[in-house]
């Protein structure tokens, strides 16, 4: 791309941010406060309470009475329930209860390694499967489906002791950054009811942001774990590929896709974050991580990039995430006395391009169009949007808009191939750099939660999350407060592969240091 039409697309994208930020401020700029948080349970970590559970200090009774009573209070609010299990989950509250009360002390001691979430409350996106709950993704045609069965997800932290209370919200086929659709509705921000709360686990990141359920399973194939944690002020990881299985999904990733997607943890607390993933991970995926080898945080090199170099496609990354950014940098160069390092990826400018060209590499994978009419043939692009001018499509329009593109684009394979061979010349490089001793900090998304909508405008900032699916490596996104418009703010820690590890642990420390989640209401 010439350099003149570089610099006149950044003043474009300037320019609409600038003049749309004003216009959705005034269409979205109302906050419906939430309740204040009832209970101390609903601000202790999942670990915290499984700890009191198991000496007795008090009940998973308690514990998921205080997350069913605080999501009756917020999901009329927020909307990110698409159903629940309540009276099943206080049953089996009462069952863990009993349970306990029956142990020896040596019995109960050993439950924190063959339970470690024994009588705790969580929660999982709609699009994988929890049996006898409602399993849409969004998808209208699918708005009385109820799973069969557990994905292997929700069967594994049901056998860690957890129990499931309901399933949240998602944006149509999970393939967007605002998680609305035609069946449950849109979720809205709970430290801003007027902005969204991001998608496409962005149910999940309100539950949790919003102090209900204290952990929570979500995926993420281009950042739909990491946007809606940053937004929601939560903490969330995006595994490296294939040590948590994604099978369950509504729509299951075949081939490359089931590379680039993965299944992970969303939670309140840090701390919560690696018993969380040694559950989803299973024994085998444990010990090839070596989840419980110490880390060293002195001994890492913390690269860093503020943004992606200036693609006229993403929005400037906000001066404030910069801050936050800079701070938490300085932070852990006071505490530990780390190298900080800039880096310069200039691959990372082409991020939009590179997840696009590899998500369509996949030429097994059903089309979009065959997914959105739940695989008999392919939905009528025209009729469609005539059918969404007049408010009458059964569809979304990012929906609509990512199967128009898919469907009618023009195949360049020589393009493609060059886009591959960068993406594999990138995914080296970093490799290289960070290895098993550094972590490269880059920003979560360009801004902190947008205006209901406004991403419609922004479609492509996704690529700051996207780039790393494709490249296959670990993520933490971490919460740093809130900014100046009373959202939260944040990063993201990126490991090498496999370095899972070294992103999690960098979590515990972060909150230790900032502060961690922040809830978005007070604490009576």
Known sequence: MK??????????????????????????GSHNPLPPLSSPLL????????????????????????????????DPVLTCVVDHRFQEALREAEEVDKYISLLNAAEISKLKSSKPFLGVPFSCKDSLAAQGLKHTAGLYLRRICKADDDAPVIARMKAAGGILV??????????????????TGRTCNPYHTGRTAG????????????????????SDI??????????????????????????????PAVGKLNYFQVTGPMCRDARDLMPMFKVLCGDKALRSLALDSDVQIR?????????????PFTSPVQSELKIAQKNFLAGFKREFNVKVEKVCLSEFYYSTDLWFKNI????????????????????????????????????????????????????????EEESLQLTEHLKDKVNRLLKDNAILVYPTHPTPAPYH??????PFNFAYTGIFNVLGLPVTQIPLGLGSLGVPLGVQVVGGHGMDRLTLAIAVEAQRMHGGWIPPTNIL
Not at 4 to 22: A, K, S
Not at 204 to 213: D, R
Not at 224 to 239: A, D, M, T, Y
Request: some cysteine; aromatic content about 8%.
């Open 299 to 311: 001994d890492l090199t913390f690269y860093y990039m503020e943004d992606d170099g200036g693609s």
């Open 43 to 74: 601000t202790q970590s999942a670990s915290s309470l499984a700890a009191m559970i198991r000496t007795g200090q008090v009940s998973s009774y308690s514990c998921v009475s205080s997350v069913i009573q605080r999501i009756k209070e917020i």
């Open 199 to 218: 998608g496409s686990s962005g149910g999940e990141g309100a539950l949790i942001g919003g102090g209900a359920t204290p952990i929570g399973i979500g």
């Open 360 to 415: 369509n590499s996949e030429k097994t994978a059903p089309s979009l169009s065959s997914c959105l009419n739940g695989m008999r043939g392919e939905i009528n692009h025209l009729l469609e949007l005539a059918l969404y001018a007049f408010n009458l499509s059964n569809h979304t329009l990012p929906a609509l808009a990512f199967a128009l593109m898919e469907k009618y684009r023009k195949p360049d394979l020589k393009a």
């Open 222 to 251: 281009g950042g739909s774990i990491r946007i809606p944690c940053l937004f929601n002020g939560i903490f969330g990881h995006k595994p490296t590929p294939g040590v948590v299985p994604n099978d369950g999904d509504v729509c």
């Open 166 to 183: 309901c399933v949240s919200n998602t944006s149509e086929l999970c393939m967007w950054m605002e998680s609305s659709n035609l069946v």
């Open 3 to 28: 350099s003149t039409t570089v610099v006149l697309l950044r003043i474009l994208r300037l320019v609409v941010d600038f003049v749309t930020e004003i216009l959705f401020s005034f269409l979205y």
């Open 453 to 458: 909508n406004h991403l419609l405008l922004k």
